[in-house]
């Protein structure tokens, strides 16, 4: 598997279906999706990123792994705070992305439990990026000015 690419690319701007059964295959895909993250310096990862279409994130934050299947945000914070993003499917652009500093998700692990988890600070970002890939939004969407690198700068 490999990363998708590109701003325009249709695949990144659709939205992603469901998981009606968490199986062997949601499982490779998870093992995959935290390998490839972790390979390209990223702290998050949604499935849309690798060219599947499933509600399913990882995230890679304080030295913790997370899978989240079918995350649902289910409360803002009214506190918002700005920071400096980037993308693992957007390589060397990044933007400031005001977003809310608390929320509270709901969604199922990978044991097939279903969370409840109140989130702050950079996960609560991460979980809101890779929410937003599964529904079709990049961050440059939300950034206030999005800004070019020759170099690399991959965030989320």
Not at 81 to 90: K, T, W
Not at 131 to 138: A, C, M, S, T
Request: aromatic share 6%; net charge positive.
């Amino acid at each position: 598997m490999n990363l998708i690419t590109g701003e325009n690319n249709k695949i990144l701007r659709q939205k992603s279906k469901e998981v009606t059964q968490i199986d062997q295959e949601i499982h490779l895909l998870i093992q995959e999706m935290k390998k490839i993250m972790i390979e390209n310096n990223g702290i998050g990862l949604a499935a849309i990123q690798l060219g599947i279409p499933k509600r399913v994130i990882v995230t890679y934050v304080n030295d913790k792994f997370r899978a989240f299947i079918n995350p649902q945000i289910i409360k803002f914070s009214p506190e918002t705070s700005s920071l400096i993003e980037g993308c693992l499917s957007l390589p060397g652009y990044w933007g400031e992305v005001e977003r809310p500093e608390k929320i509270t998700l709901r969604a199922i692990s990978e044991q097939g439990k279903k969370i409840k988890l109140k989130a702050f600070g950079l996960l609560a970002r991460v979980i809101q990026h890779e929410v937003d890939h599964l529904n079709g939004i990049l961050f440059i969407d939300k950034a206030k000015e999005v800004h070019k690198e020759s170099g690399k700068l991959n965030v989320l």
